[in-house]
C-alpha cells in the first residue's frame, strides 16, 4: 500500500508562502491550515449549525482571548467602533469581507497577471488582512458553499464560492476534491452573473490567518450567510462597497421587488414607496438591477469607503 506523501503539494506551497510573509507566526500558520483544511466544520461550528457548535464555545471564547492579548502586544492591531472607543482585534474581526458591485467581483476574476497590492486601508478598513496578492490568479476553484452546506434547505446551488489564485485555490483543490471543480475565468464571470440575477451579494473576503488578504470571492445570501447573520447581529465583518442606492421617486411604483431582494434590509416599503436606509445601505447593487424600471441608482458616497475596483487599483499602482 502507497500512502500520499504529507505535507502535500499544495501545503507545501502554502507554508512556502507563510515563511515569505513577515510577522507571520506559526500560530496563524496553524489557524490558516485548520481554516482551509476543514472549512466546514470551521465554518459550521463559526455559524452555530454544526452538531459541535455548542461544545466549542469554550475553545472559541479561548481564541478570541488568546487573539486579543496578542494583539495587545501589537498596538497597530486595534479596532475603531462608531462611537470613536478603540479595542483589540478579536477572533471575529479576523476574518471579513469587502462587499462588491458585479462589475467589480468580475474585475477580480479576470485579472491576466499577478499582481501584489499591499495593505489597502482605504478600501479594506480593517485591523488585519487588507493585501491582495494574486498568484496564477487565473487559477480558479468554484467550491460547495460552507455556509450554505451548514445550513438544513440551503439555498442552491451551493458551488457559489470562488477561491482564487495560489496557493489558495490549490489547497483547497486537493484537500476537497468531492466540492471542489476547477474553472475558467468566464466560468467564473457566469457563475457570479448567476448569483447577482438570483439577488445575491458578492463578498471578496479577506481573513489573517490566509496570509492576511484576499483568497475568495463568496455570493451571500441573508438566509445561509454567515457574515450576514454577524453584520446584523452587530459584528461589523462587512465592509460598505462604496455605494449607496438612490431613488427616483417620480419612477418608483412601489412594487416592492427591490425591498423583497435587498439582502441588508436597507428598504422598507411604506405607503406605497420603498425608502432606502441609507446607513444600512452596503452598496451591493442588487436592488438597481432588480428595478425593471430604472427606478434606482448606485452612486458613490465617501462615507460609504472606496470601492474595490481592481482595474483602478492597477492604474493606480502603476501610475506611481
Known amino acids: 500500500m502507497r500512502f500520499p506523501l504529507w505535507p502535500r503539494p499544495s501545503t507545501r506551497a502554502f507554508m512556502r508562502e507563510a515563511r515569505r510573509l513577515p510577522g507571520y507566526s ?20 463559526g455559524t452555530g449549525e454544526h452538531p459541535l457548535a455548542k461544545r466549542a464555545q469554550p475553545v472559541i471564547a479561548w481564541l478570541d482571548q488568546f487573539i486579543s492579548s496578542r494583539a495587545e502586544r501589537r498596538p497597530a492591531a486595534i479596532v475603531a467602533m462608531p462611537d ?3 479595542r483589540p482585534v478579536g477572533f471575529a474581526d479576523t476574518y471579513h469581507g469587502k462587499v462588491m458591485t458585479l462589475a467589480a467581483a468580475t474585475q477580480l476574476v479576470t485579472v491576466k497577471q499577478d ?8 478600501i479594506v478598513p480593517y485591523a488585519t488582512a487588507r493585501d491582495i496578492v494574486l498568484q496564477n490568479p487565473d487559477h480558479i476553484v468554484a467550491m460547495a458553499c460552507p455556509c450554505r452546506a451548514a445550513r438544513a434547505n440551503p439555498c442552491l446551488p451551493l458551488d457559489v464560492c470562488l477561491i482564487v489564485g495560489e496557493p489558495f ?14 474553472i475558467s475565468s468566464d466560468e467564473a464571470v457566469d457563475i457570479l452573473t448567476a448569483e447577482h440575477t438570483r439577488g445575491h451579494v458578492h463578498h471578496a473576503f479577506f ?3 490566509m496570509l492576511g488578504r484576499f483568497y475568495a470571492i463568496c455570493n451571500c445570501c441573508s438566509c445561509c450567510c454567515g457574515a450576514l447573520h454577524a453584520q446584523r447581529n452587530g459584528v461589523p465583518m462587512l465592509a460598505a462597497s462604496g455605494y449607496v442606492s438612490v431613488q427616483d421617486p417620480e419612477l418608483c411604483i412601489g412594487c416592492g421587488v427591490c425591498a423583497e431582494t435587498c439582502q441588508f434590509a436597507a428598504i422598507a416599503m411604506t405607503d406605497g414607496r420603498a425608502f432606502i436606509d441609507a446607513a444600512a445601505c452596503m452598496g ?8 425593471d424600471l430604472g427606478a434606482l441608482t448606485l452612486v458613490l458616497d465617501e462615507s460609504k469607503g472606496i470601492p474595490l475596483e481592481i482595474n483602478d487599483l492597477m492604474s493606480a499602482a502603476l501610475s506611481v
Open 169 to 182: 485555490a490549490g489547497f483547497i483543490r486537493e484537500h476537497q476534491p468531492d466540492r471542489t471543480r476547477w
Open 207 to 209: 481573513k489573517d490567518a
Open 84 to 86: 470613536g472607543a478603540q
Open 115 to 122: 499582481l501584489n497590492l499591499g495593505d489597502l486601508e482605504h
Open 26 to 45: 506559526f500560530f496563524d500558520w496553524l489557524h490558516g491550515y485548520v481554516y482551509a483544511r476543514w472549512p466546514y466544520l470551521y465554518i459550521g461550528i
Open 284 to 291: 451591493c447593487g442588487v436592488c438597481v438591477d432588480q428595478c
